[in-house]
């Protein structure tokens, strides 16, 4: 099975994001999904419990999720705005964070954070909780058995062509961008 890399291109001009930011982007995301492709082809030349196959079976999800977690990302951006409806979604976040204020007060501090990685907004089924959870790299901090809501990148080639050191104006450009209908279909 070989995957193909989505098209994004949709997303050129969109407020707050330059061209030649999300172009790199763009390549970026490509380059995870050319080398998903290239470690299944490996895997399978590889006998299961040598070596090659342990390094390259860990390498795997880093691949996968870089590859799927950019496509989450890219998907819940549009040019169109749009506002989160007054339904499952948004009664949730003022269920479990007050408002949609203190939610996005929240999210957004945790994409404030040091680092690189990843925000996500998951909804967990079987609690029916919502948490913004800071994902340290592609492959270290997922919520097991929770489904990704919103998917914010703050790895320094997001935003550091048009931002420089500014991530609080990524983000407040990021919030600018969101797709809320693309995030609501997410909950299922």
């Keep these: 099975m070989a995957f193909e890399a989505k098209n994004f291109e949709n997303l050129l001009g969109l407020k707050g994001f330059s061209d030649t930011l999300l172009k790199n982007h763009f390549t970026l995301y490509q380059g995870y999904v050319a080398n998903v492709n290239k470690l299944l082809d490996l895997l399978d030349t590889k006998e299961p419990g040598t070596l090659e196959y342990s390094e390259l079976q860990r390498r795997f999800a880093w691949e996968w999720n870089g590859m799927r977690l950019h496509e989450l990302y890219f998907e819940n951006l549009t040019k169109k705005q749009n506002q989160l409806n007054d339904g499952k979604l948004m009664k949730e976040i003022e269920r ?8 996005e007060k929240n ?3 945790v994409g404030s954070m ?3 990685g990843w925000v996500v907004l998951y909804y967990d089924e079987e609690s029916k909780e ?4 800071w994902v340290n790299e592609h492959d270290t901090g997922h919520l097991a058995g929770c489904n990704p ?3 914010m990148d703050v790895f320094e080639h997001a935003f550091m062509i048009d931002y420089g050191l500014k991530r609080a104006d990524y983000i407040a450009a990021f919030f600018n961008a969101i797709d809320w209908l693309a995030v609501e279909k997410r909950m299922v």
């Design 96 to 103: 479990i964070y007050g408002s949609f204020e203190a939610w």
């Design 107 to 109: 999210f957004a501090a």
């Design 114 to 116: 040091r680092g690189i």
């Design 130 to 133: 919502l948490f913004n959870i």
């Design 149 to 151: 809501l919103l998917v």
